[in-house]
Nanobody, 123 residues
């Protein structure tokens, strides 16, 4: 239903672009979407969310100004452009589809989850 990709190993200060392919047969483009991450030994945390039409976005304070979320409903794709990466951005990143059309920072508001893609930032 959701397939995340684009992770990898990058040096601090570098950039990566995550992609999430959405199956239109099971996930509606009328739903908000988001990115979460789980760092080693830590709980899953919110990163960013976008509304169904891309008109509204929210970010965690830790990534604000460095990450940009976007979506292309014509291609059933969700993206996360990550710039100026830091070692504390190292985590498995998950894309998710929300239960509603709006943005949300809470994981229980998301119904479908991708399998995750590993991002490792070296110092």
């Amino acid at each position: 239903q959701l397939q995340a990709s684009g992770g990898g190993l990058v040096q601090a200060g570098g950039s990566l672009r995550l992609s999430c392919a959405v199956s239109p047969r099971s996930v509606s483009s009328n739903n908000g979407m988001g990115w979460f991450r789980r760092a080693p030994g830590k709980e899953r945390e919110f990163v960013s969310s976008v509304s169904w039409n891309g008109g509204s976005t929210i970010y965690a304070d830790s990534v604000k100004g460095r990450f940009t979320i976007s979506r292309d409903n014509t291609k059933n794709m969700l993206y996360l452009q990550m710039n100026n990466l830091r070692p504390d951005d190292t985590a498995v990143y998950y894309c998710a589809s929300a239960r509603s059309a709006s943005v949300s920072a809470t994981d229980y508001q998301y119904r479908y989850w991708g399998q995750g893609t590993q991002v490792t930032v070296s110092s």
